[in-house]
């Protein structure tokens, strides 16, 4: 079975403070994972995926197999990065996605 | 940029009603999708759906749930008869999968369902 799990519910950070957030996963085959971000009143939306190994808004994040772990990562958080963001995997069979239970980011000025 | 439409945005209905969720996908797109968010839990997967038929669904997904793409743009979601666990936020989402193996999930606003 798979499964995503994002051990911290809420962080807060200082506006040009570094932030990590943190994502470990449990799956048997070589999952495709997600970082999906929610701002207020928006709806989900993709913000990286690790394959394209891009940076997207300042992120990062970078798959350790040998960890299990696809953290996300900025060193610079801004005001704007105050949201909800969900670690979730996509499995080399199948297409359902499964997602962590998130992580609320509040950037403080 | 094209986005996937969810109506209505609220729906309060009363334990035992049916009620149906619609969802229009990203035009082109080939496979969609039902995941529920029940308030302070995980977003959770229904169902995936391709070709005219359900292609995965979740243990959620028993014999009150159905799925149907009736005219080729409207995707929904019905729920038999309604209990007061399946108030939650629905989102739909939609995926074009062109060729690649894996692809972007593109997710609606939602649906906040409220069973009282």
């Known amino acids: 079975a798979q499964r995503v799990t994002q051990p911290e519910k809420l962080l807060s950070v200082f506006k040009g403070a570094p932030v990590e957030l943190k994502c470990n996963y449990s799956?048997?085959?070589?999952?495709?994972l997600f970082w999906y971000v929610q701002y207020s009143r928006q709806r989900l939306q993709l913000l990286l995926r690790h394959i394209s190994r891009e940076s997207i808004k300042g992120f990062t994040a970078d798959l350790n197999k040998g960890e299990t772990s696809f953290h996300l990562k900025k060193p610079f958080a801004q005001e704007e990065d105050s949201a909800m963001y969900y670690c979730?995997?996509?499995?080399?069979?199948?297409?359902?996605?499964?997602f962590g239970g998130g992580t609320r980011v509040l950037v403080k000025p | 940029e094209p986005e996937v439409t969810q109506t209505p945005s609220h729906q309060v209905t009363q334990m035992g009603q049916e009620v149906i969720l619609r969802c229009v996908p990203i035009s082109n797109h080939l496979y969609f999708y039902w995941y529920r968010q029940i308030l302070g839990q995980k977003v959770e997967f229904l169902v995936s759906?391709?070709?005219?038929?359900?292609?995965?669904k979740s243990e959620i997904f028993d014999d009150q749930f159905s799925v149907e793409r009736p005219d080729g743009s409207n995707f929904t979601l019905k729920i038999r008869s309604t209990k007061l666990e399946d108030s939650a936020m629905y989102f739909c989402a939609s995926e074009g999968r062109a060729g690649t193996a894996f692809y972007e999930q593109y997710f609606g606003p939602g649906t906040r369902l409220t069973v009282t």
């Open positions: 759906f391709y070709n005219n038929e359900i292609s995965e």
């Open positions: 979730a995997l996509y499995p080399a069979a199948g297409n359902k996605l499964t």
């Open positions: 799956y048997s085959g070589s999952p495709e």
